[in-house]
């Protein structure tokens, strides 16, 4: 298999494995949805869980996996909102953690263009 049929796969193991994630364990999460958002954290938390679910099964399957990559680049940008808001609660955390969270908001940006160049090579393929 080469590096280039790996990357989708990579991709949709990674939002796999973070939907699944929200589900097991969705307490960190809930922390992390933005106070200004409607309705409880752990709503937003499931929802955004099952979206990634939803994510990773669309770009696994070839027939789908460009619109799905396509909808994961939105989407990463679309919560990028939750990790400025976990750089901003965490700035008074010990050191380490304090630079995890803002180790996250750069990362955000790899996500984005891993997920459009999984769409741009998916495309026409079925």
């Given at each position: 298999m080469s590096r280039s049929e790996r990357s989708?796969?990579?991709l949709a193991g990674l939002l796999a494995t973070a939907g699944v994630a929200h589900f097991a364990t969705p307490r960190p999460f809930d922390a992390l949805v933005p106070r200004a958002l409607p309705g409880s954290p752990r709503a937003w938390t499931y929802g955004s869980g099952a979206v990634e679910l939803?994510?990773?099964a669309g770009i696994a399957?070839?027939?789908t996996r460009a619109v799905a990559a396509k909808a994961?680049?939105?989407f990463f940008?679309?919560?990028f909102p939750a990790n400025v808001q976990m750089a901003v609660d965490w700035r008074h955390?010990?050191?380490p953690l304090r630079?995890?969270?803002l180790a996250r908001l750069p990362?955000?940006?790899p996500l984005v263009l891993w997920a459009r160049g999984v769409a741009r090579n998916g495309e026409g393929r079925s």
């Open positions: 989708p796969l990579l939803a994510l990773a399957a070839p027939r994961a680049a939105a940008v679309g919560v955390r010990p050191a630079t995890a969270a990362l955000q940006l």
